[in-house]
């Protein structure tokens, strides 16, 4: 069984960084997409940044220039450093895998980690 550990989440100023990480734990293979997707309350679930497994990455607009994913394959973990966070940003972000081994298509999420950002 796949599980999905996220930390790294907390409370912040306007300005600050937080770093979240996402560990697997279990025994996963062939992990194609890792992303990150928020959901601020009161809203719907938005992807945030994609990195591929040759390290392609991709970002919404509302993040550009300010996040970077990255991945750490040998741990099968994937990181999201946020900086300049703004009010705006305040969500519970959650982790998503996307493998295809066994033959298949698998999606694994972690639980969700709350990021705060306020005065």
């Known amino acids: 069984q796949v599980q999905l550990v996220e930390s790294g989440g907390g409370l912040v100023q306007p300005g600050g960084s937080l770093r979240l990480s996402c560990a697997a734990s279990?025994?996963?293979?062939?992990?194609?997409?890792m992303n990150w997707y928020s959901q601020a309350p009161g809203k719907q679930r938005e992807l945030v940044a994609t990195i591929t497994s040759s390290d392609s990455t991709n970002y919404a607009d509302s993040v550009k220039g300010r996040f970077t994913i990255s991945r750490d394959n040998a741990k099968n973990t994937v990181y999201l450093q946020m900086n300049s966070l703004k009010p705006e940003d305040t969500a519970v972000y959650y982790c998503?895998?996307?493998?295809?081994?066994?033959?298949?298509?698998?999606?694994?999420w972690g639980q969700g980690t709350h990021s705060t950002v306020t005065t």
């Open positions: 998503n895998f996307m493998s295809s081994y066994p033959p298949g298509d698998y999606n694994h």
């Open positions: 279990g025994s996963i293979f062939r992990i194609n997409l």
